[in-house]
């Protein structure tokens, strides 16, 4: 049963769906917001690394460090709508699924206001990314849907990180979540490599 688990979970992390971001400025909608997180190797493998780095510093940051995101996330689309300027976007996001799955391999236990800054400062980028791809659509809509998608899926990378310690039991089971945190980094260094 052990197995069958493990094997549910890394199969269900390993997926990723192979068509590109819709275009929010034609579909700026809740449903096109949901979709949006889940179109993109990178929003995918830091949100679930966010979730994953989490269940490895445990207690309060299991909830904290993931809405965290989702608040900055939110602060950085509204300033991408407001017309705010934020540089060094593309480069920060590459950064944060290189960096938050690094945290998540030698899982690193910080206080939770630490861990919460830290993927706070990566999630306004994320967010503002969100806000200039927007275009004149239904920004609300858009907004709604995709803290929906992000929340769910730093809940999958909770699951994960958890599951995969429940699974293999103690000492093994927390060095095979801090793995999967470093194959969250290396997705990171491939998607740098091929920008």
Do not use: C
Not at 9 to 22: D, E, K
Not at 166 to 195: D, E, M, N, P, S
């Amino acid at each position: 049963m052990k197995r069958l688990i493990l094997t549910l979970l890394l199969t269900g992390a390993a997926a990723s769906p192979a068509f590109a971001h819709l275009d929010p400025a034609a579909h700026g909608s809740l449903s096109a917001g949901f979709s949006h997180p889940l179109t993109g190797a990178d929003h995918l493998l830091a949100m679930v690394a966010v979730g994953l780095w989490a269940s490895l510093i445990g207690g309060r940051a299991l909830w904290a460090v993931p809405a965290a995101f989702v608040a900055a996330m939110s602060a950085g689309f509204l300033a991408a709508l407001g017309g705010l300027g934020l540089p060094l976007i593309e480069p920060a996001i590459a950064a944060s699924v290189v960096v938050i799955g690094l945290l998540a391999l030698v899982a690193l236990q910080v206080p939770t206001a630490v861990g919460m800054a830290v993927v706070g400062f990566f999630a306004l980028f994320h967010g503002y990314a969100h806000g200039l791809e927007l275009g004149g659509a239904n920004g609300l809509g858009f907004m709604a849907g995709f803290v929906a998608a992000t929340a769910l899926l730093h809940g999958a990378g909770v699951a994960l990180g958890l599951g995969i310690s429940a699974v293999g039991g103690g000492r093994a089971g927390r060095i095979a979540a801090r793995l999967a945190g470093g194959l969250t980094a290396l997705g990171g260094l491939w998607l740098v490599a091929g920008a």
